[in-house]
């Protein structure tokens, strides 16, 4: 193929291509980027999810109890744990352990911790971090008692271990000595028990580093959040409560999750939006619409309190540091106003309780939110939930949000899906990915065991029409982004990490990702011939944010096992070089990478192209590859 990139014509395309899309599945909240290490720590519960010591061990005869207390730490954490001296097997402290998100990282850094005690205690707690399985110690620290009969005494420590270990299977425990606790009831009682390693640039109840940085390393330009299902909640009694995930822990209730579990919402708004500051950015926020993942919706009548609801959430984000709301943020110590510019309304509103769900949203719930927000801000860009391919129309200047999840082949076909699209059909692609082998067995055949070769390939082509149509199209971000490999319920994530931070593997399509990410176009510059030619190979060119001109390639040439042989020039571009990086998979079509196996499948090769006499950069391009070709970078 002899492709000529033009000097002129194209479009401007969106600022913020690629993005990160949160969502607290497989424990990628808890457990997973927000780095506290204990699970459990502060006994939350619900229906869904009853309260449970599910985490905790005694040490030394302990005994443990959950107990309701009339005096309990606050009104959002009812529940704590009560340690009674019980019938020591050995002289010595007593105590309890936490085996964390399935084990703990423990490397010579400082952990932070905390706890609130209830008894009163002379003496000193011990906080340590040993192996699960030899019990060796790799560090520990004492802690002064505080501890006063009736009341909760928070304590804080620092714990430095001397000794990286091995391994991820290593526990927290916290231990006292029996004779030193005062009263006749012989026990103490605990609650929000915290450990936090050092987190992403060292904020207070932050993000765990090696993922955050893997994010940053994508360049990612916009985060949306509180992603997906989360967002929507079980039932109408617990969606997502943006203001029940503010301020100290001890006054989070958490809430039952969607997928499996009770979340602490220790990462709430502030800290996504903290997330986004660190990162730079362009926070989407998504408000709860009224409907639940059950399928039941609020009634017209009932809707104003969470219209108001989202009012009142945007001005926390927003406003000035002396309006009601913004004056809230301002005392949890960000008096500037974050920049808020689009808000999605609702998650997937065409999906649950369809068609009943779905009509609501057409024909109350979307108007009157988009009234109320478009009112009180104009220059925000709302996004409604739905896309215009999934049967709404979307009135303009309001963007959709586009969902696929399919086949490698089902993108190789959708290639000119977009292109249809008019200025007025803006669209956020706020999730997509390969998840189905080809074969139109789809959900049918539930997911692929991990993101695979083929299916980032196929990725490649959907985003490259994606950037086609960057005039239309938003921004794109991979979903789900995280699975911790140790509880988890959807297998194509983009990262799958476990405690042992040696575990963290970036997926093929998070290279691929990263291939596209990190060279971000301002415009796109028509090609001869357009875009793809008859055969397998896709294109799409434009000017590089970074300066100089960038082509994107994907080559789905699955059946020829020969390479296809390219060649560019670049009108207008007197440069004699040009860089081509080219990822292949090492293991064909359906390789993976995996925890255990590491990250080996993806092949990148970079080499440096000297122009033909006709200014050409001749190369070849495996198949099943995908490929960037950079020139005049500055
Ligand atoms: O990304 C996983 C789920 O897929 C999201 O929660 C939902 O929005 C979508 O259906």
């Not at 959040?225 to 967002?231: C, D, K, R, T, V």
């Not at 510019?341 to 068609?355: C, H, M, Q, S, T």
């Not at 080559?555 to 004699?576: C, I, L, M, Q, W």
Request: aromatic share 12%; proline share 7%; with cysteine.
């Amino acid at each position: 193929v002899d492709i000529v990139v033009h000097k002129d014509g194209g479009n401007k395309t969106s600022d913020m291509p690629y993005g990160l899309m949160h969502e607290d599945i497989n424990y990628a909240g808890d457990g997973g980027i927000y780095a506290e290490l204990i699970r459990n720590r502060a006994f939350q519960g619900s229906k869904q999810f009853p309260v449970s010591l599910s985490g905790w061990s005694p040490i030394n005869g302990a005994q443990l109890t959950l107990k309701q207390l009339s005096k309990p730490l606050s009104s959002a954490l009812p529940n704590s744990m009560n340690v009674a001296v019980g019938n020591a097997s050995k002289p010595g402290p007593i105590g309890f352990s936490n085996s964390g998100f399935w084990g703990m990282d423990v490397k010579k850094q400082p952990y932070k911790g905390s706890f609130y005690v209830k008894g009163a205690y002379k003496g000193k707690f011990t906080a340590s971090l040993q192996s699960a399985i030899t019990k060796e110690t790799f560090g520990s620290v004492e802690i002064v008692s505080k501890s006063v009969e009736n009341e909760w005494v928070q304590h804080k420590f620092t714990l430095v271990p001397t000794k990286n270990a091995k391994n991820g299977n290593n526990t927290f425990a916290l231990t006292f000595r029996p004779e030193g606790v005062q009263g006749k009831a012989k026990s103490l009682d605990f609650n929000l028990i915290s450990l936090f390693p050092p987190t992403y640039k060292g904020r207070e109840n932050g993000l765990r580093v090696d993922l955050a940085e893997a994010f940053a390393a994508l360049e990612p330009k916009f985060l949306r959040f509180p992603g997906g299902n989360a967002l929507e909640g079980p039932d109408l009694a617990n969606p997502w409560k943006w203001n029940e995930t503010l301020g100290p822990l001890k006054d989070r209730p958490g809430r039952p999750g969607v997928w499996g579990y009770q979340m602490s919402d220790g990462l709430g708004l502030m800290e996504y939006l903290q997330w986004a500051e660190d990162m730079n950015l362009e926070p989407i926020l998504a408000v709860w619409a009224g409907l639940a993942l059950d399928g039941a919706y609020v009634n017209e009548t009932d809707l104003q309190p969470w219209i108001q609801d989202a009012l009142n959430e945007i001005e926390f984000v927003r406003g000035p540091a002396t309006s009601p709301y913004g004056s809230l943020r301002a005392r949890l110590g960000h008096p500037e106003p974050f920049p808020l510019k689009y808000v999605e309304i609702g998650n997937e509103d065409w999906l649950a309780g369809r068609p009943a769900g779905f009509e609501s949203y057409i024909k109350y719930r979307f108007p009157l939110f988009k009234k109320a927000i478009s009112e009180k801000y104009p220059d925000i860009q709302i996004i409604a939930s739905p896309s215009v391919f999934d049967d709404m129309t979307i009135p303009a200047p309001v963007a959709g949000d586009y969902h696929p999840y399919r086949e490698p082949d089902e993108f190789y076909n959708e290639f000119h899906k977009f292109d249809g699209l008019t200025r007025d059909n803006k669209t956020l692609i706020g999730e997509y990915a390969a998840v189905h082998a080809n074969g139109g067995i789809k959900w049918d055949g539930g997911l692929h065991p991990f993101p695979w070769w083929i299916g980032a390939v196929g990725e490649a082509i959907f985003l490259i029409s994606a950037e086609n149509a960057g005039d239309r199209i938003l921004g794109a971000t991979y979903a789900p982004i995280l699975r911790n490999m140790n509880s988890w319920s959807w297998s194509v994530c983009m990262i799958e990490f476990e405690a042992d931070t040696s575990k963290t593997t970036l997926s093929t399509s998070y290279h691929l990702f990263k291939l596209f990410s990190t060279k971000p176009i301002t415009r796109t510059l028509p090609t001869t011939p357009g875009e793809r030619n008859t055969t397998s190979l896709f294109w799409g060119a434009g000017v590089a944010q970074k300066g100089g001109r960038v082509v994107k390639f994907a080559n789905y040439n699955t059946t020829g096992h020969a390479d296809t042989p390219v060649s560019v020039r670049f009108e207008g571009v007197r440069e004699k070089k040009a860089t081509l990086t080219v990822l292949t998979g090492k293991e064909g079509a359906y390789g993976f990478n995996d925890p255990e196996r590491g990250n080996e499948v993806v092949r990148q090769e970079r080499r440096v192209l000297g122009a033909d006499r006709e200014g050409r950069f001749v190369f070849r391009l495996p198949e099943l590859s995908v490929a960037t070709l950079e020139v005049g970078r500055r």
